[in-house]
């Protein structure tokens, strides 16, 4: 489990994230779950908490421990990749790179095209101005550099700015073939570029071409049926199913 010291100054609440949980076989479900309440119980002891997890589809004990031990289903999300070798891109879209001017305004179309079953709109504790502020905030830290490596916008003449891509690369690791990748980190479409989310998507994988990165990684919730076009039409592949669960206290 790990504290997050931004998330916690940002919504003025201790806020964790626990990766997994560590346990033998021989480990029964009444105990799983008892550990996982005294989690909460120890977290609350310090004060005002929230924590989260993503856990793998696969990993029903750890699902049915924190369900059982009071942490509630948020999300549900597919993670989505895309061989950049065997995409299947359409005739290439007139994009470049947001502008450092441009940060406020992106951070505006990404509140404006919010989805109601992201972890931050689909969980009540936070409710809607918080969720809201977050994207504002994430988009904003995206074209300011903060840990985006790029985020892509429109640029055809007469068209507005209204949706926007942002990226994050991870370089190959030396004698790991096959490793490095591009990911999909947010990305939002308001409604005078509709249509614009399958082109920016398919500039980012040209992108990653162009960089040797083998592969674009993309996640969604499982209710997105857009992205799941876009998906299908460039090659993405479904490469696994996760839960994201929370609880909050103290």
């Known amino acids: ?139 904003e830290a995206a074209v300011e550099g903060s840990y985006a490596d790029a985020v892509l916008v429109p640029d055809a003449p007469g068209l507005p700015v209204d949706s926007f891509l942002a990226i994050s690369d991870t370089s190959a690791e030396a004698g790991v073939p096959g490793s490095g990748s591009s990911r999909v980190l947010l990305t939002a479409v308001g409604p005078a570029n509709r249509g614009w989310h399958l082109q920016l998507v398919a500039e980012t994988v040209r992108r990653a071409a162009v960089l040797s990165l083998p592969h674009v990684l993309m996640t969604t919730q499982a209710t997105n049926g857009a992205v799941f076009r876009t998906c299908e039409k460039l090659g993405f592949r479904l490469g696994g199913t996760s839960h994201v669960l929370a609880c909050h206290g103290g």
Not at 30 to 54: E, K, N
């Open 1 to 139: 489990m790990q504290h997050l010291p931004w998330d916690t100054d940002f919504f003025c609440t201790d806020t964790y994230r626990l990766f997994t949980g560590l346990f033998s076989s021989a480990a029964t479900p009444a105990a799983l779950m008892a550990a996982a309440t005294q989690l909460r119980i120890t977290l609350a002891a310090r004060g005002p908490y929230y924590a989260f997890s993503v856990v793998p589809a696969e990993d029903t004990a750890l699902l049915q421990a924190l369900t059982g031990g009071g942490w509630r289903l948020v999300e549900t999300r597919l993670n989505f990749y895309c061989p950049v070798a065997a995409a299947t891109l359409p005739e290439p879209a007139p994009v470049r790179l947001a502008r450092p001017d441009e940060a406020a305004h992106i951070g505006r179309i990404s509140a404006a095209a919010r989805n109601p079953f992201d972890r931050f709109h689909a969980d009540p504790w936070f409710g809607k101005i918080r969720a809201d502020a977050l994207l504002v905030r994430y988009a």
